[in-house]
């Protein structure tokens, strides 16, 4: 069978509120992605599992 991949353009339209509370949200990410990054090039672990057990505390409580 034939697989068929349709992708869509969409553009969302956000009130100012809204923008406010995206980039809040998106800094907030970006802060614990670069936290996550940070300890993987100190500790070279890469395992799902050990990084999970390691950060999730920390990354709920720092960033929630």
Same mark, same amino acid.
């Given at each position: 069978?034939?697989?068929?991949?349709?992708?869509a353009k969409i553009q969302i339209v956000?009130?100012?509120?809204? /923008?406010?509370? @995206?980039?809040?949200?998106?800094?907030?990410? =970006?802060?614990?992605?670069n936290y996550v990054s940070d300890y993987?090039?100190?500790?070279?672990? *890469? /395992?799902?599992?050990? *990084?999970? /057990?390691? @950060?999730?505390?920390? @990354? =709920?409580? /720092?960033?929630?």
């Amino acid at each position: 069978m034939e697989q068929i991949t349709i992708t869509a353009k969409i553009q969302i339209v956000a009130t100012e509120t809204d /923008k406010v509370l @995206l980039d809040e949200t998106m800094s907030v990410y =970006r802060n614990a992605c670069n936290y996550v990054s940070d300890y993987v090039f100190h500790t070279h672990d *890469l /395992k799902q599992f050990s *990084l999970n /057990k390691v @950060l999730y505390s920390t @990354l =709920r409580e /720092k960033f929630g």
